[in-house]
């Protein structure tokens, strides 16, 4: 089956620092990889997304690359700050779509100023 | 441009009850999804809903249901409820074409205490 596995939070950082949230994933056939954020008192929204190998999603100062090698979708950002701070998480869909996005277990993100 | 709407944001019930969840869907969107978010983990995939059929299901049981409305708004019902069925319940839409872009729009979500 499909699974999306991201680095387990907290993760604390400073304002400015550089950003790095892993993300690794297994499913059949290629799937389409996204990046979705949900800030404090909002819905999920989709940040970035790539649809085949070696795509790059960016948004935002975010950046993630499709890498089907070693099947990773990691999301950096160069600069982060604390109107960062939210939860992340990334999703895979398998071709079709008709079996729904499957998420990771999310990512909570806090930047201090 | 509404967004999606989900009503109501809280309810409790009680084991064995029956509840009804409802959702607006963006306007223009075609498609409609129900996610199962329990605390500290990512959204499950219930079902989904084209065109007032579902097309696609997760690993939930029956007693999970929905309808989709010529107004493309939906219903999420869940019988016989069951402690391990709180959760925060979202809802998220999409305007699907002719191929399925996984760009979803979530509502905030409504959240169920089965006590």
């Known amino acids: 089956g499909n699974s999306v596995t991201q680095m387990e939070g907290p993760v604390t950082l400073s304002e400015e620092a550089f950003l790095t949230i892993n993300c690794t994933y297994t499913a059949t056939g290629y799937p389409s990889l996204f990046w979705y954020v949900q800030y404090p008192g909002e819905g999920l929204q989709l940040l970035l997304k790539?649809?085949?190998?070696?795509d790059k999603g960016s948004n935002k100062g975010f950046e993630a690359t499709y890498r089907k090698e070693t099947t990773s979708f990691h999301l950096e950002k160069g600069s982060v700050q604390v109107s960062d701070s939210a939860v992340y998480f990334c999703a895979l869909v398998p071709g079709g779509g008709a079996d729904g996005l499957t998420f990771g277990k999310g990512t909570h993100l806090i930047i201090q100023p | 441009e509404t967004g999606v709407t989900q009503s109501p944001t809280h309810l409790i019930k009680t084991r064995g009850q029956q509840v009804t969840l409802r959702c607006s869907s963006q306007?223009?969107?075609?498609?409609v999804s129900w996610y199962q978010q329990a605390l500290g983990q990512g959204p499950q995939f219930i079902f989904q809903y084209y065109r007032e059929e579902e097309n696609g299901r997760g690993n939930f049981p029956p007693r999970f249901s929905g309808l989709q409305f010529p107004n493309y708004s939906s219903e999420l019902n869940v019988n016989a409820l069951e402690l391990d069925d709180s959760a925060l319940y979202l809802c998220?839409?999409?305007?699907?074409?002719?191929?399925?872009?996984?760009?979803?729009?979530f509502g905030e979500g409504s959240r169920l205490t089965v006590l």
């Open positions: 306007s223009g969107h075609n498609t």
């Open positions: 790539a649809t085949k190998a070696d």
């Open positions: 998220a839409s999409s305007l699907v074409g002719r191929s399925y872009t996984g760009e979803l729009f």
